[in-house]
């Protein structure tokens, strides 16, 4: 069986290339999907809207009988403020382009994205090590994660045909946020008391966490899992916890 990708050399491509149990006549757009996380200090959002553009026109004219198209859950809260905002209507704008196009596509909005393979995740354990802090963001305002595994498994389960025409999502739970979330993994990399920037930082925090990042990590996602999920398909890493112990404990070995 046959598997084609629009952006193959990204973190998640490199994963989803390897997948011997692909569909045949698929093409997966993972056309921005390297700035869909909240690993990076959103230094990746820059130019986002003309690469997602220019990948999901090459990925509609892909000799396919579906396309998948990988697009992000943050999308389901509405951004009030630029420049997050103008990114969502940008994901938004690819989102329609390929359900109107000429193949015959299912759109997956998948929850931030992370996982062992991540450059950013151990960009953070060496930061954390150094006992630096880092920008959490609001305590309870929560977002959809999703591992690299879980999201490969997504979009191989979303490329069937009864799909088509349909707008689906894949996270990993309900929403958690950032603060809780990088906590656990600072504590998991020998971090006891993770450090950190205080909110009212956040003018003088702009020349090094993008303004794209501080508005992520403060866009609130709904409380329960959106909907729907992508048909016959079960997230395996539901428990954050459980699945960053786990990344830390294979970096290891």
Known sequence: MTLSITG??????????????????????????????????????????????????????????????????????????????TLAQAVLEAEQMVLSGPVPAVVVRLGYLYGPTSKDLRAYRTAFRLGRPYWAGKR??????????????????????????????????????????????ARGVGRRFPLHLPLMTAPLMQMVVRKEHVQQVALAMPVDVPAPQVPGWTAHHTDFRASLDAIIASWKN
């Open 8 to 85: 193959a050399q990204s973190e998640l491509g490199r994963l989803l290339v390897h997948q011997t149990m692909a569909r045949a006549g698929v093409h997966v757009n993972l056309s921005g999907q390297h700035a869909n996380t909240l690993l990076h200090d959103g230094h990746a959002w820059k130019d986002f809207a003309r690469q997602l553009h220019a990948g999901t026109r090459r990925a509609m004219r892909a000799d396919a009988q579906l396309l998948v198209h990988a697009s992000c859950a943050f999308v389901c809260a509405e951004p009030p403020d630029d420049p997050l905002r």
């Open 140 to 185: 309870r305002a929560g977002q959809f994660h999703l591992h690299h595994d879980d999201a490969v498994t997504a979009l191989l389960a979303a490329a069937k045909k009864k799909n088509v025409g349909k707008i689906v999502y894949a996270t990993g739970g309900p929403a958690v946020p950032f603060m809780r979330f990088m906590d656990h993994f």
